[in-house]
């Protein structure tokens, strides 16, 4: 059966051209935004007390109850910026027996434009969160932009301030100036469970105050290019004009921001993604004081613990985080974490799976103390480390998926002083030959093995000596390039 690749879309202001409202594959649409932060300090949320909302006799809650409350409070978004073209014609598509026709000496005076800027346009959603005026969106639909229109359900139109934005959670905070306004009511998203009714409200394709409505499909999903957010995913049908607008619970509570959709077409097909409002408040609240948003960092690399590597290490069952890298001088580093260990809980709370840490550990604080518990060397110990900020050149997500003597099939010596210094590698071997349970792991010619079952390893003799006393599976700390990765090799 012939494949086809799942691209993503988001649910973005989609800029429009002359053709439209075009869909983008995890690329956002908007234009840019500079920090302004002369405005008063005011309470973030209006949070009074939450009242049940009435349900219908039959069927689903009262949505209408719930958007004639709270519809007011979302707002429509217009971007206008500019971007990069050129324009002329491609004379390298003209046959070379027309070369030396007047058509082509006519074309090929537009070859060499220079390139020019064109005006684009695009649209989001936004909701209020304080009666002064500051609105919450996301940050693909401002980023980049050169002004800022917000037209409210009574058709008052301002133009707005942006605040600041965060790339890495898409969360912005916009200001109009206005007072009086109506606000939204903050949920718990932890409450959600999958099955839970929610609705949105935005304006898709420019239809402004738009209501959709669905149930929580799943939560804590974890997308491409977005490991510090634990998406709420939903079956709401969401379009391209969604973007940064509310998503409610029945009681009328805000619980998400709607954000990215799942597509093959550009539109909706049944699966959006909403960033939890408690992620989105702890982000604005650093906007709207700062003008900037830090991100705490522990310096490692991680990758899922599967039941053999489980095996591997002594777990029982497949859980935490296995640690694959540790920057040098990072956090982690000065913890005494090291590549092989498996984090299993932070400040007491589970680690699941590799990708509840880097949004565990990123909408943390730089600087605070963390204490992990952590697997090594087959039992359960607990550090603490001091949080660094996070920066792009440190690692916080999933390690790269590179696959990897007695039953192993490689064929391995010790690296040349030459080769460690490019490597940047203090010991480890250089994989010459494999075949057998390694090959079929996907250890390849070329490779740096780095350690056995978590155990650096300089010399045959140390492989041997490790695979000596253990299990049917055995952990291969594989080095390919600038990479790193644990591989589970079942013993032949």
Known sequence: MKSRKLWAALVAAGIIGSSGFMAYQFSYAGMPAHVEMNHKAVPLFNNPPAAAMPTAAVGGPNFSTIVKEFGSTVVHINVRGETKATSGADISQIPPQLRNSPFFQFFQQFQNQQPHQVPTEGLGSGFIISSDGLILTNAHVVKDAKSVTVTLTDHRTYKAKVLGYDTKTDIAVVKIPAINLPTVRVGNPATLQPGDWVLAIGSPYGFYNTVTAGIVSAKSRSLPDDDMVPFIQTDV??????????????????????????????????????????????????IIQNGHVEHAKLGIAVQTVSQQLANSFGLQTPRGALVADVSKGSPAAKAGIKAGDIILSVNGEPVNDSADLPMMIGLMQPGQPVKLGVWSDHHESTVIARLGSFSNDMVLADASTSEGGHGLGLQVRPLKPTEEQQADVRHGLLVENVSGPAAQAGVQSGDILLAVDGKPVDNVEQVRSILKSSGKTVALLIQRGNNRIFVPVEMG
Not at 249 to 261: F, L
């Open 237 to 286: 049908a969401v379009n391209p004009g969604n973007s940064g607008g509310p998503l409610f619970d029945t009681k009328g509570e805000v619980v998400g921001i709607n954000s990215q959709i799942f597509t093959q077409t550009g539109a909706f097909e049944g699966l959006s993604f909403a960033i939890p409002i408690n992620v989105a408040e702890a982000v604005a609240k650093q």
